[in-house]
């Protein structure tokens, strides 16, 4: 199969879905590609950054027609940090993402589907983390360990 896009090049796009982690996706060919900060239903300008067998990674260069769920981040971090990688989308459209994910990991593999209830919103959804991060290995016995952070 030959890859229908190729790296450093910039493409036109409509983003078709939202990934697990919130990335947009958009299909070229029927070739997947997972556009970082992109929302359903946009047109963007994209460079492609790397390419598989099955699928490649995009960063946007410009949005053509934005979503109207897309928000200004408040966060000067925002970018760097990795903490929360649906800043720039409404809250509520987040919530209606995140249903559909786990909606679609519920049934990917069960015979009988299953409704998932609804996500439950908070009140106010800022000024907390939520992201954690473990280490795990083996120390030098083979016996699985988890890298400790205090001191």
Known sequence: MEIPVKKNEEYIVDIIDNGFQGEGIAK???YTIFVDGAIKGEKVKILILKTTISHGFAKIIEIIEMS???????CSTYKRCGGC?????EYKKTLEIKQEIVQNLVNKTLNKKRQV???LGMEN???YRNKAQYPVGKDKNGKAVVRSFRK
Not at 68 to 74: E, L, N
């Open 68 to 74: 109207s769920s897309r928000r200004d981040t408040d």
């Open 28 to 30: 070229i060919e029927n």
């Open 117 to 119: 209830e609804n996500i």
């Open 125 to 127: 959804p800022f000024f």
């Open 85 to 89: 990688n649906l800043r720039h989308i």
